[in-house]
């Protein structure tokens, strides 16, 4: 194995730049512009000045480190550029001292051409004379060339020049544009942003976002890459890598330096593995937050003490009671803090509630006062992430007594008992803050019943939400390979989540054989009948009736199944029968079997009642189609939909029958159920029109009914229905030799609704479309000339409905 | 070309400025100029492109003076200019370099060391004399001066934070005796800045300052390029980024649109589109500006206009100022005095007329606002209205 590559975590700018190009993630795109702008501001008198802001750790030395690599790289930009990059630690306090900076940054860099020698004489000189001595030494040993200067930490720059160092700066810029700067800070200060500072707008300002769970496992990948680790690079795209990366991301907040002092853990195993570095590394980081609170002033140093201590985020009215100080001032210091990266917000109703934005800063505060060696929260929270809940109880199986893993371990479960498992619950937030909020909304629910399950099925489920199926199915598959460990009823559920990608897919046959699977593994009853249910689903959409039967056969025979599946299979079988041609007898067995079975819920039986009545309808057997639509209506309980198929099956069978008045009775009942559901409309009143446009009815009668029709929806505000209807009719007419034909009684039809409908706005466009599709229809159905009384989107619904070719 | 937002600008390939600068070198012939007009408009390129590229008989000199905190800095820093320029032409600023010799001055390698001095600094002396020299000695090879003076306002308020308001009156009368006493012989001075001169006159005004130091001057106003500029600029910017678009000429002019024909804008703009990653279509361009409008740091840094309120006009007309931009911008049509009242007086903000009408000029000066041909009221910059309306929530 090659020797590891010794990544600076504190100063980059250390580490080879071969190696930080290595693991660049996430600013490939923002690099390649600088050096683009860099480039024109080295060979055109274009001069651009770039400021990459972001908090400690977000990887601007990392940045300005390959940028200034890069530029050393272009051989044909030597003729054209000088560059200073400036040493981060020093301080200027006026311009003299920042040109002297510059200068002796060039004498490094470039030797033969720069010399601290030189700089001699300007030590006889008083300081504004030195200044004017010092800017024309660099101005004319420039020559030629533009001069980029590379400052770190521009806000310390800043501060220490004060108003009048930063004006005669940027008049020195103004009245020699030689010069290009290239900066970075930590956060936007006054001095750059107010309009009344000297550098307000003069840079191009690029915000450095933290790293998404996706960038840093890139980032983690590459470092395992650069230090010839490969398996690293294949176990980061497994399910477990992947929760890792989330326990990696949840400490450290998005931020490249703790990523990389991080990636070590990536494939540790055993919590002793675990425990004893991950302390030791506690220890080593410590100073560095430590640092980094002292720095601030007292009252923000209070808040960040404060809300180390705190276990959720906090309202700004519970930090100002708990801390004596007021609302307003809370909530400014928090403003300050938040720019400076040390703490986020997050919104709940009207207030923000605020936590540290580093999690393992929580550990400095916590180190300080936790003097009894008691285990760190941080590194419990650390181990409920790392382990799933079932890796926890196994590893502590194996414990010692007495051990730190054990305790370590009985601590992390019992917090994941008191607060639920945060492993799952930052897998589902992770998800959710990917999807945007409507599809997280859509998916959250089930991943996170997944995530209750297992998690790799959350995983799964979460890339086939984000459209990648690829990688959900590539996850199911390492859950399901024959050498995984995970249990049956898991790989049961994989296979579930699976069918249903392969169905969306309409990949069919792939479906098919994920349920087989799941049939043969037999894990759990209520996988295996579910598998069944589904493949009859899918052998019926790929038309094998024979297929689908024999599966609801399964599960009617299954002895320990429940009845609602047993009654549900009948269902569904009965349905199949009804699809064979002819229908085959068993469906009325099978529907009766429901009706009969004890227990059943409902809406079963119901289904089972209605479905028998309209094959004893097809059959022509009135009185007994009618006593089941009947029986269905007795049922207090059952649905608007039910109720409603049932009332207009009614209706037919009153219009068989001859009893107009029992149809238009049960035709507004129908219609008043139709409105209490959203289920689709049964199409039962396109049969009604049919029978009534066939008939050989007298002109006032077939009036006469027509009103009924017109205002049993006009009771029930369903004109689009109504609409909809007629437009269906046509195509009932248009397939229907005799009806076609008669052309007068086509026209009585017609006008029939034209009159009766004349005073109903809603019914204006269909009634249109109607009368010109009648219109085509009696001119023998050819003349597509007719069809032009309608504009286009009108034709189009008419050709539909006719099943014309639509005319281009 | 890259876009460049902030940056310096290559000279050569500054678009839609040549108007101005022709009116600009015809005023000279006549009187010295402040150039007014919003930061960030342009105003310092137009000045570089003076000095870069001078009209025949003129000799530019271009001072960035925000550099100077006492009136001592910056009598010396023309001294040096003027100096370095004489020595160009194998001439010297005999004058100045003998009063120099007169308090004990001493050349060092190449530069002026003066005595401290125990009272005041002789800036005045200095001043006078370095421009007398420059004067006398350009008088003799028939080339006129000009001065090209950016961030004026900025040295006034460094003066006047460090040696008090009498020194910058001093300097603003010399200033002004020196174009009266020099003008015959072709001496031109072109100040300008970023903050509004007129802010740091009506300041010292508030000290007793009776005089109009520049009302010799033309004010000439830098405006917005005009469409046809901004679609130029934003098409080569385009190109210069190497952002695909479907049409090149759509997206230039979307861009130049939005962008009020802002040179500064354009340039944000095009750098926004293609760190975007995005094509250029009149889609991006709108979902770029809307961005960086909605943009919680501001990357326009337009709350500046909010913030300065105060500043500009007193805590006490701050609501009234408020008032009046809300106003005005949560309509479509510009707005007359009357109705401005009638608001402002229901909402009880301001209820005087002669009040409002001083206000609305300040306002206007400030370029918040403009008035149409009918006298009345609307935004100078619809990009400013729109953000205005988005950030002020109405």
């Known amino acids: ?808 | 070309m890259k876009a460049n937002p902030g940056g310096q600008i290559d000279l050569k390939e500054v678009v839609g400025r040549d108007q101005i600068i022709e009116q600009i070198w015809d005023t000279l012939e006549q009187q010295s100029i402040r150039i007014v007009a919003e930061r960030r408009i342009g105003k310092t390129t137009i000045i570089k492109k003076l000095a870069a590229e001078p009209r025949d008989g003129w000799m530019p000199i271009f001072q960035d003076l925000e550099k100077c905190h006492t009136a001592f800095e910056f009598a010396m820093s023309v001294y040096r200019e003027v100096d370095e320029f004489l020595s160009i032409q194998q001439r010297s600023a005999r004058k100045t370099k003998d009063f120099f010799k007169a308090i004990g001055g001493a050349e060092i390698a190449g530069i002026i060391k003066l005595p401290i001095f125990t009272g005041e600094a002789p800036w005045k002396e200095i001043l006078l004399s370095a421009i007398h020299d420059l004067v006398h000695e350009c008088e003799t090879k028939s080339d006129r001066p000009v001065f090209l003076w950016d961030e004026v306002p900025f040295m006034l308020a460094n003066i006047n934070e460090r040696e008090g308001e009498t020194t910058s009156m001093e300097i603003l009368d010399t200033l002004r005796g020196l174009r009266q006493t020099y003008g015959g012989d072709g001496l031109r001075m072109v100040i300008t800045g970023s903050i509004g001169l007129h802010h740091v006159i009506s300041t010292l005004k508030r000290q007793n300052y009776a005089n109009s130091p520049v009302n010799d001057t033309l004010a000439i106003e830098v405006r917005p390029l005009d469409m046809a500029s901004a679609q130029e600029l934003a098409a080569k910017l385009i190109e210069g980024e190497n952002i695909q678009t479907e049409s090149l000429e759509e997206a230039a002019n979307e861009v130049a649109q939005l962008s009020d024909c802002f040179p500064y804008y354009i340039h944000h703009i095009v750098k926004a589109l293609k760190l975007s990653g995005l094509n250029g279509s009149r889609d991006t361009v709108e979902q770029v500006v809307l961005k960086q409008l909605l943009d919680s740091s501001d990357p326009w840094e337009l709350n500046h206009y909010r913030e300065r309120i105060p500043t500009y006009y007193g805590d006490s007309l701050e609501l009234a100022v408020l008032e009046i931009l809300d106003s005005i911008a949560s309509r479509s049509k510009a707005m007359s005095l009357d109705e401005l009242l009638a608001e402002l007086k229901s909402t009880g903000k301001l209820d005087d007329r002669e009040q409002l009408i001083d206000l609305l000029r300040l306002i206007t000066q400030d370029h918040y606002l403009s008035r149409n041909t009918n006298g009345h009221y609307h935004f100078q910059f619809p990009l400013l209205q729109r953000w205005w309306k988005l950030a002020r929530g109405l």
Not at chain 1, 189 to 210: I, N
Request: aromatic content about 6%; some cysteine.
């Open chain 1, 1 to 808: 194995m090659p020797d590891r590559a010794l990544l600076s975590v504190f100063t980059p700018s250390r580490t080879r730049p071969e190696d930080l190009e290595a693991i660049l993630v996430q600013r490939q795109d923002l690099l390649d512009d600088a050096i683009e702008r860099v480039r024109e501001s080295a060979t055109t008198d274009n001069k651009h000045h770039l400021l990459f802001v972001g908090a400690r750790g977000t990887g601007k030395t990392h940045l300005v480190t390959l940028l200034v690599h890069r530029l050393g790289l272009v051989k044909e930009l030597n003729k054209d550029l000088r560059i200073a990059w400036l040493n981060e630690d020093e301080t200027s306090t006026t311009l003299l001292e920042l040109l002297r900076r510059i200068y002796l940054a060039l004498t490094k860099r470039y030797p033969e051409e720069y010399s601290e020698e030189s700089l001699e004489p300007m030590f006889d000189l008083g300081q504004p004379e030195a200044e004017q001595w010092l800017s024309q030494l660099l101005l004319k040993s420039l020559q030629n060339h533009t001069l980029l200067v590379v400052v770190e930490n521009l806000d310390a720059l800043f501060q220490g020049l004060g108003k009048s160092g930063q004006q005669k700066l940027r008049a020195f810029i103004q009245e020699n544009p030689v010069l290009s700067l290239v900066a970075t800070a930590q956060r936007l200060v006054d001095d750059l942003t107010k309009r009344t500072s000297a550098f307000f707008g003069f840079f191009q300002t690029e915000q450095l976002k933290p790293l998404s769970v996706k960038q840093a496992a890139e980032l983690i990948g590459k470092i395992a890459t650069l230090n010839g680790q490969a398996e690293i690079a294949t176990f980061l795209h497994s399910a477990t890598g992947q929760s890792r990366v989330r326990a990696l991301h949840h400490l450290s907040g998005g931020n490249h330096r703790i990523y990389i002092v991080l990636s070590q853990f990536i494939t540790r195993e055993s919590i002793d593995d675990l425990v004893v570095p991950f302390t030791k590394m506690v220890d080593e980081m410590t100073p560095y937050y430590q640092e980094r609170i002292r720095w601030l002033p007292p009252q923000q140093r209070k808040i960040i003490e404060y809300l180390c201590a705190q276990e959720r985020p906090t309202s700004v009215k519970e930090m100002a009671r708990k801390l004596f100080a007021k609302h307003q001032s809370i909530s400014s210091q928090l403003m300050d803090l938040r720019e400076k990266g040390y703490v986020q917000s997050s919104p709940r109703g009207r207030e923000s509630l605020y936590e540290i934005a580093e999690p393992l800063m929580r550990i400095c505060i916590e180190i300080k006062e936790n003097q009894t060696r008691e285990p760190l929260r941080m590194l419990v929270d650390f181990l409920r992430v790392w382990y799933d809940g079932q890796e926890l109880s196994t590893r502590l199986k194996k414990c010692t007594t007495e051990s730190m893993a054990r305790i370590y371990l009985t601590m992390a479960i019992e917090r994941n008992i008191e607060q639920g498992n945060l492993r799952a619950r930052l897998l589902v937030d992770g998800y959710c803050a990917e999807l945007g909020q409507e599809q997280a909304s859509q998916w959250n629910l089930r991943i996170e019943a997944y995530a209750k399950e297992a998690e790799e099925l959350a995983l799964a489920c979460g890339e086939w939400a984000k459209e990648d199926s690829t990688q959900a199915l590539a996850i199911i598959d390492e859950i399901t390979a024959n050498n995984s460990s995970k249990l049956p009823v898991v790989k049961s559920a994989a296979w579930l989540l699976a069918s249903e990608i392969h169905h969306e897919e309409a990949h069919f046959e792939k479906s098919i054989t994920s349920l087989s699977e799941i049939i043969v593994l037999n894990a759990t009853p209520q996988h295996t009948i579910r598998a069944l249910l589904r493949r009859a689903i899918i052998y019926r959409e790929i038309d094998k009736p024979v297929r689908a039967i024999e599966d609801y056969s399964r599960v009617i025979n299954l002895t320990d199944a429940p009845v609602e599946q047993i009654a549900q299979a009948y269902i569904s079988r009965g349905t199949a029968y009804v699809g064979l041609n002819p229908i085959s007898p068993n469906a009325i067995y099978d529907y009766s079997a429901v009706i009969d079975l004890t227990g059943v819920p409902v809406d079963l039986i119901e289904q089972g009642y209605c479905l028998r009545g309209l094959i004893y309808l097809e059959q022509n057997d009135l009185d007994k189609a009618s006593n089941d639509f009947e029986d269905v209506l007795k049922v207090k309980e059952n649905s608007a939909f039910v109720h409603e198929m049932a009332y207009f099956a009614l209706a037919i069978t009153s219009d068989i029958n001859g009893d107009w008045e029992s149809v238009i009775n049960s035709v507004t009942c129908g219609l008043r159920e139709g409105r209490k559901h959203s289920n689709p409309r049964p199409d039962f009143l396109e049969s009604i029109l049919g029978s009534l446009c066939g008939n050989m009815l007298s002109a006032r009668v077939m009036k006469n009914r027509i009103k009924d029709l017109v205002q049993a929806h006009q009771e029930n505000e369903e004109f689009s229905r109504l609409g909809e209807s007629l437009i269906g009719n046509l195509s009932a007419i248009y397939r229907n030799d005799d009806m076609s034909s008669n052309s007068n009684g086509l026209e009585a039809w017609v006008i029939g609704w034209e009159e009766a409908c004349k005073e109903i706005d809603q019914l204006r466009l269909p009634l249109r479309i109607f009368r010109t599709g009648i219109d085509f229809i009696k001119s023998g159905g050819e003349d597509r000339g007719i069809l032009l009384d309608l504009n286009q989107e009108e034709r189009k619904v008419l050709e539909q409905a006719l099943g014309l070719e639509i005319a281009s």
